[in-house]
């Protein structure tokens, strides 16, 4: 055929398309061109200034093509097809009895992923014309199980789907799309066109396209435009090229019009890279032309241009593309593109241009849940959902579009430590108890908005649409920005589609909503065209293709990315080969075209991260080719970088002035020192002073945490409050009824935290162990004469005061005993030793001076010289095997140590040159020291 011709990789592709035109039809205004996607069609247009009939192949079903002839039927939107088969795959796992693993759980919610899939699928299917009735060639009996069931869904939705698009007057959107082709391909069949056509820059891979390309070199002023055609191959290359080389695509077309691939012309007199294209040829070499490399000769210049960095972690390839786009806005009108499957990577090197005021939008699309409105309805959805606990309350109102100045205050009143209410009216109600005014008539006002999609969202049954809707309208009333701006009116023009789409449909709402609700904004994308920026992009591989730029970046080189990974959960490879569908093989194939293409430009980037996540990835399976091609060339350093970029990522990240970093050291005046601190105060001086010096100097009392977890919370106080009561209620009574005065004594203690997720949390763990503490207490008193329970104490060395609350302390025929409850682990017996853990040596040393007399002898006791302290005890309360007691050994000697380190540490504290040091590393022991961060810890500890 005389009118098929190739514009090389490596050339300008629209470009060189636009100057042959010019050459051959001065005046192209009459030209009919059809180029694989929308966004080659707009850089032509741009390229061409006049707009003469450019289509793209059927990419959007929107776009009629050059065929006067309709085809009478009116295609499915993607997001009705998403719902009706939604719909049937919720239908059909309800029908089953087991719900095998592959399909677990019955929520609408999951449906929604699988039908996202399923329609991938049934695109495939139409693409390559194959009906759903071949499914029923698969032998099930030669499939494990899970697969046989989705054979028979099959069964199912080939007798359904058609009913349901031919009751609705409908066709599926790829079926439409080769309805489309064929009427234009027989079209020209009838009446040749009088004006030139052009098909360029298609390899001809979905049959429909190939079609209309055959029918088009049939015209006598029809003009077919490979793009990226082998020419360097030889013979012998081209002949054992299979399904997994990216020329297959190609070589598949050009059999199939019998035309040679030495009959192809270039389409214009451009010049290319030929050595470069031997090279990108080679690496894409079928496996039998492996062994060639080994005599194979190739120019140090043929690699001229090509670089690579492998990274350490993803930020740092980020920064160094980030880099490498600065570096070209540096050079007048060059211009640069990222190309990428990897979104994240995308963002992080759009968020680092930010840096420098230049914005770059990734022309593969921003999923809709990812854009400001959506995600601001994507809160109020999780906090009604949460029943607005502190967390999503607060994610709520500090989002900028809630436009709440009362978000902080409301923390502060209400949302910080154990919660204390269970929804909307409970927090209102708590308001007006703490005197909130204010506050409360904000909770009030986001309820009465909030209202009905409230009451929807809590019933037992409820419309789809009607339940968007008024998710829509309670988003809406909080925000007066919702809907603004481009994004916002893409968005919810979507939703109002899905509102019409959906209305009819009832679901259970706290089950079903916010799964559903996610899932369809997930998989829908928003393309800006205003923030295209003039000389960077980043672009997915789709978007690339027959673009040209002087700097290409291929990043994410990773298995998994390049090429992305096929997860359809609809097919195994074993179907989808009986079927006749693309293996993965082939997907690669055609991502390994475009890194074809891409490879072929004058300067070329190659990048990859060697962690992602903290996981070792593996480099892309077209870089091991190229890495052994080039070893095989003795070339292994031949892409070695010719500027130090990864050295200078990490120099992004250095601040421009080192600052020795030192823990704190204050030294406070000796009249800001405290003279009075009580025992578990020294312990917490001796083991971290800083401490002490946030809390006694400073006066900074902590903030509990928001919606703190109950688990965490301090349920020490209030198991020792329990303990309290029933000491002081029945240190006299008999042993009959302890187990119910324990009981008595730990409902009163924990009414203050009744009806709230601490008590429910806490509570049963408490009346777990109270046959275990009763059993103790029983063999105690048996050996006891008096205990007190509680009981405060205090002793003055020189003018510093020492005070003490003891848990229990017991008086013995043979002596004193000390005890301190523990809800917690037990002190280490090293902490002991080291003179850390001095908590019950301090209380014993205030028992012997007498510190405890007052208040023993006010509760029928006498002076403690009377007796001896000779044994100390801490008691874990919380338990499996029973109350679990440590005793300390040599009790009198740690008393003398402690006695003799508190003087020392009274006299050291007395010194104005004395610092209060951070050293958190000697409080393993202690709970979580809220003033870490007051301290810089992790500024000067770990660097």
Same mark, same amino acid.
């Given at each position: 055929?005389?009118?098929?011709?190739?514009?090389?990789?490596?050339?300008?592709?629209?470009?060189?398309?636009?100057?042959?035109?010019?050459?051959?039809?001065?005046?192209?205004?009459?030209?009919?061109?059809?180029?694989?996607?929308?966004?080659?069609?707009?850089?032509?247009?741009?390229?061409?200034?006049?707009?003469?009939?450019?289509?793209?192949?059927?990419?959007?079903?929107?776009?009629?093509?050059?065929?006067?002839?309709?085809?009478?039927?009116?295609?499915?939107?993607?997001?009705?097809?998403?719902?009706?088969?939604?719909?049937?795959?919720?239908?059909?796992?309800?029908?089953?009895?087991?719900?095998?693993?592959?399909?677990?759980?019955?929520?609408?919610?999951?449906?929604?992923?699988?039908?996202?899939?399923?329609?991938?699928?049934?695109?495939?299917?139409?693409?390559?014309?194959?009906?759903?009735?071949?499914?029923?060639?698969?032998?099930?009996?030669?499939?494990?199980?899970?697969?046989?069931?989705?054979?028979?869904?099959?069964?199912?939705?080939?007798?359904?789907?058609?009913?349901?698009?031919?009751?609705?007057?409908?066709?599926?959107?790829?079926?439409?799309?080769? #309805?489309?082709?064929?009427?234009?391909?027989?079209?020209?069949?009838?009446?040749?066109?009088?004006?030139?056509?052009?098909?360029?820059?298609?390899?001809?891979?979905?049959?429909?396209?190939?079609?209309?390309?055959?029918?088009?070199?049939?015209?006598?002023?029809?003009?077919?435009?490979?793009?990226?055609?082998?020419?360097?191959?030889?013979?012998?290359?081209?002949?054992?090229?299979?399904?997994?080389?990216?020329?297959?695509?190609?070589?598949?077309?050009?059999?199939?019009?019998?035309?040679?691939?030495?009959?192809?012309?270039?389409?214009?007199?451009?010049?290319?890279?030929?050595?470069?294209?031997?090279?990108?040829?080679?690496?894409?070499?079928?496996?039998?032309?492996?062994?060639?490399?080994?005599?194979?000769?190739?120019?140090?210049?043929?690699?001229?241009?090509?670089?690579?960095?492998?990274?350490?972690?993803?930020?740092?390839?980020?920064?160094?593309?980030?880099?490498?786009?600065?570096?070209?806005?540096?050079?007048?009108?060059?211009?640069?593109?990222?190309?990428?499957?990897?979104?994240?990577?995308?963002?992080?090197?759009?968020?680092?241009?930010?840096?420098?005021?230049?914005?770059?939008?990734?022309?593969?699309?921003?999923?809709?849940?990812?854009?400001?409105?959506?995600?601001?309805?994507?809160?109020?959805?999780?906090?009604?959902?949460?029943?607005?606990?502190?967390?999503?309350?607060?994610?709520?109102?500090?989002?900028?579009?809630?436009?709440?100045?009362?978000?902080?205050?409301?923390?502060?009143?209400?949302?910080?430590?154990?919660?204390?209410?269970?929804?909307?009216?409970?927090?209102?109600?708590?308001?007006?108890?703490?005197?909130?005014?204010?506050?409360?008539?904000?909770?009030?006002?986001?309820?009465?908005?909030?209202?009905?999609?409230?009451?929807?969202?809590?019933?037992?049954?409820?419309?789809?649409?009607?339940?968007?809707?008024?998710?829509?309208?309670?988003?809406?009333?909080?925000?007066?920005?919702?809907?603004?701006?481009?994004?916002?009116?893409?968005?919810?023009?979507?939703?109002?589609?899905?509102?019409?789409?959906?209305?009819?449909?009832?679901?259970?709402?706290?089950?079903?909503?916010?799964?559903?609700?996610?899932?369809?904004?997930?998989?829908?994308?928003?393309?800006?065209?205003?923030?295209?920026?003039?000389?960077?992009?980043?672009?997915?591989?789709?978007?690339?293709?027959?673009?040209?730029?002087?700097?290409?970046?291929?990043?994410?080189?990773?298995?998994?990315?390049?090429?992305?990974?096929?997860?359809?959960?609809?097919?195994?490879?074993?179907?989808?080969?009986?079927?006749?569908?693309?293996?993965?093989?082939?997907?690669?194939?055609?991502?390994?075209?475009?890194?074809?293409?891409?490879?072929?430009?004058?300067?070329?980037?190659?990048?990859?991260?060697?962690?992602?996540?903290?996981?070792?990835?593996?480099?892309?399976?077209?870089?091991?080719?190229?890495?052994?091609?080039?070893?095989?060339?003795?070339?292994?350093?031949?892409?070695?970088?010719?500027?130090?970029?990864?050295?200078?990522?990490?120099?992004?990240?250095?601040?421009?002035?080192?600052?020795?970093?030192?823990?704190?050291?204050?030294?406070?005046?000796?009249?800001?020192?405290?003279?009075?601190?009580?025992?578990?105060?020294?312990?917490?001086?001796?083991?971290?002073?800083?401490?002490?010096?946030?809390?006694?100097?400073?006066?900074?009392?902590?903030?509990?945490?928001?919606?703190?977890?109950?688990?965490?919370?301090?349920?020490?106080?209030?198991?020792?409050?329990?303990?309290?009561?029933?000491?002081?209620?029945?240190?006299?009574?008999?042993?009959?009824?302890?187990?119910?005065?324990?009981?008595?004594?730990?409902?009163?203690?924990?009414?203050?935290?009744?009806?709230?997720?601490?008590?429910?949390?806490?509570?049963?763990?408490?009346?777990?162990?109270?046959?275990?503490?009763?059993?103790?207490?029983?063999?105690?008193?048996?050996?006891?004469?008096?205990?007190?329970?509680?009981?405060?104490?205090?002793?003055?060395?020189?003018?510093?005061?020492?005070?003490?609350?003891?848990?229990?302390?017991?008086?013995?025929?043979?002596?004193?005993?000390?005890?301190?409850?523990?809800?917690?682990?037990?002190?280490?017996?090293?902490?002991?030793?080291?003179?850390?853990?001095?908590?019950?040596?301090?209380?014993? #040393?205030?028992?012997?001076?007498?510190?405890?007399?007052?208040?023993?002898?006010?509760?029928?006791?006498?002076?403690?010289?009377?007796?001896?302290?000779?044994?100390?005890?801490?008691?874990?309360?919380?338990?499996?095997?029973?109350?679990?007691?440590?005793?300390?050994?040599?009790?009198?000697?740690?008393?003398?140590?402690?006695?003799?380190?508190?003087?020392?540490?009274?006299?050291?504290?007395?010194?104005?040159?004395?610092?209060?040091?951070?050293?958190?590393?000697?409080?393993?022991?202690?709970?979580?020291?809220?003033?870490?961060?007051?301290?810089?810890?992790?500024?000067?500890?770990?660097?």
């Amino acid at each position: 055929m005389q009118n098929i011709f190739h514009i090389p990789a490596g050339v300008p592709f629209l470009k060189e398309l636009a100057r042959g035109i010019h050459i051959r039809w001065p005046d192209f205004s009459k030209v009919t061109i059809f180029l694989p996607n929308k966004r080659s069609c707009r850089s032509l247009r741009e390229i061409l200034g006049i707009d003469p009939k450019i289509l793209p192949l059927g990419e959007e079903y929107e776009e009629v093509l050059d065929s006067q002839e309709t085809t009478g039927l009116r295609p499915i939107s993607p997001i009705r097809r998403k719902f009706l088969l939604t719909q049937i795959i919720t239908e059909w796992r309800s029908s089953k009895e087991e719900t095998p693993d592959d399909f677990s759980g019955s929520f609408i919610d999951h449906s929604a992923y699988l039908a996202d899939h399923l329609a991938r699928f049934l695109d495939e299917m139409q693409r390559e014309k194959i009906p759903l009735e071949k499914l029923r060639e698969i032998v099930p009996a030669e499939l494990a199980n899970h697969w046989q069931v989705t054979l028979d869904f099959f069964s199912l939705l080939e007798q359904k789907w058609p009913e349901i698009l031919a009751e609705k007057g409908l066709i599926d959107i790829a079926e439409y799309t080769n #309805l489309l082709l064929e009427r234009q391909a027989q079209a020209w069949t009838k009446n040749p066109p009088e004006f030139p056509v052009i098909i360029a820059g298609s390899t001809g891979s979905i049959p429909a396209t190939a079609s209309l390309i055959k029918s088009a070199a049939l015209l006598s002023n029809g003009n077919i435009i490979l793009p990226g055609l082998d020419l360097a191959a030889d013979v012998e290359y081209w002949k054992n090229i299979d399904e997994t080389h990216p020329q297959q695509g190609l070589k598949n077309l050009l059999e199939s019009m019998k035309t040679e691939r030495s009959e192809i012309k270039n389409w214009t007199d451009a010049k290319t890279d030929l050595g470069r294209l031997k090279f990108a040829s080679e690496i894409m070499c079928p496996g039998v032309e492996i062994d060639k490399w080994l005599s194979l000769k190739i120019a140090k210049n043929t690699v001229d241009g090509i670089e690579r960095i492998d990274c350490h972690n993803q930020q740092e390839e980020a920064t160094v593309i980030a880099m490498r786009f600065k570096e070209i806005l540096e050079e007048p009108d060059a211009t640069a593109a990222l190309v990428t499957t990897d979104r994240h990577l995308a963002r992080r090197v759009s968020a680092i241009m930010k840096r420098w005021n230049v914005s770059i939008f990734d022309t593969a699309g921003v999923r809709l849940l990812e854009l400001p409105d959506a995600v601001f309805l994507h809160q109020c959805l999780k906090a009604a959902d949460a029943s607005f606990s502190p967390v999503h309350l607060l994610a709520l109102l500090k989002n900028p579009l809630a436009e709440c100045g009362m978000a902080g205050k409301l923390e502060r009143a209400a949302l910080r430590g154990i919660r204390n209410y269970n929804d909307l009216d409970s927090l209102q109600k708590l308001l007006e108890e703490k005197n909130e005014l204010e506050l409360a008539a904000l909770i009030l006002s986001i309820a009465e908005k909030g209202k009905k999609f409230l009451n929807l969202l809590r019933g037992k049954q409820a419309d789809f649409g009607a339940l968007l809707q008024a998710h829509m309208d309670f988003s809406g009333k909080l925000s007066e920005k919702l809907w603004q701006g481009a994004t916002g009116r893409n968005l919810k023009e979507f939703l109002e589609k899905l509102i019409r789409i959906s209305s009819g449909t009832k679901i259970d709402p706290m089950v079903s909503y916010p799964g559903l609700f996610e899932a369809f904004l997930q998989t829908e994308y928003y393309y800006p065209e205003t923030e295209k920026h003039p000389r960077i992009s980043i672009m997915g591989m789709l978007e690339a293709r027959l673009q040209q730029f002087d700097l290409v970046i291929i990043g994410g080189l990773n298995e998994g990315s390049w090429p992305v990974a096929s997860d359809n959960p609809w097919m195994s490879r074993a179907m989808r080969q009986a079927l006749g569908l693309f293996t993965e093989e082939k997907h690669k194939s055609l991502s390994a075209h475009d890194f074809y293409s891409l490879i072929a430009a004058k300067k070329v980037l190659l990048t990859r991260a060697e962690r992602i996540g903290g996981e070792v990835t593996i480099p892309s399976n077209l870089l091991l080719r190229m890495d052994a091609l080039l070893k095989a060339a003795k070339m292994e350093n031949a892409l070695q970088p010719a500027k130090p970029w990864r050295k200078w990522a990490e120099l992004m990240y250095e601040p421009s002035e080192k600052i020795e970093l030192v823990p704190p050291a204050p030294k406070p005046p000796i009249n800001a020192r405290p003279k009075k601190l009580s025992v578990t105060a020294v312990e917490r001086l001796l083991r971290n002073p800083y401490r002490i010096y946030a809390s006694h100097i400073l006066r900074l009392k902590p903030l509990p945490a928001i919606d703190q977890d109950p688990e965490k919370a301090e349920i020490g106080e209030i198991v020792h409050k329990a303990m309290e009561i029933f000491g002081q209620n029945y240190r006299d009574a008999g042993f009959v009824d302890i187990r119910a005065q324990l009981t008595v004594a730990g409902e009163q203690a924990f009414s203050r935290i009744a009806g709230k997720a601490a008590y429910n949390f806490w509570w049963p763990k408490f009346a777990s162990i109270i046959g275990n503490v009763a059993r103790n207490e029983i063999a105690r008193r048996k050996t006891t004469n008096k205990s007190f329970f509680e009981i405060n104490g205090e002793i003055t060395l020189d003018d510093f005061t020492l005070t003490a609350k003891a848990d229990r302390i017991e008086i013995a025929d043979s002596g004193g005993c000390i005890v301190d409850y523990k809800t917690g682990a037990l002190p280490a017996i090293g902490e002991i030793e080291k003179g850390l853990a001095v908590q019950l040596f301090l209380e014993a #040393l205030i028992f012997q001076s007498g510190g405890f007399d007052k208040f023993m002898i006010a509760l029928g006791g006498r002076k403690a010289a009377d007796c001896t302290i000779k044994e100390l005890e801490y008691w874990k309360l919380f338990s499996d095997e029973g109350i679990t007691i440590h005793r300390v050994k040599d009790v009198a000697k740690h008393i003398e140590q402690t006695t003799q380190q508190l003087k020392k540490t009274i006299e050291q504290y007395s010194d104005p040159d004395t610092p209060y040091a951070s050293t958190p590393w000697l409080d393993k022991g202690a709970k979580h020291d809220p003033y870490r961060h007051l301290a810089r810890v992790g500024e000067w500890l770990y660097s």
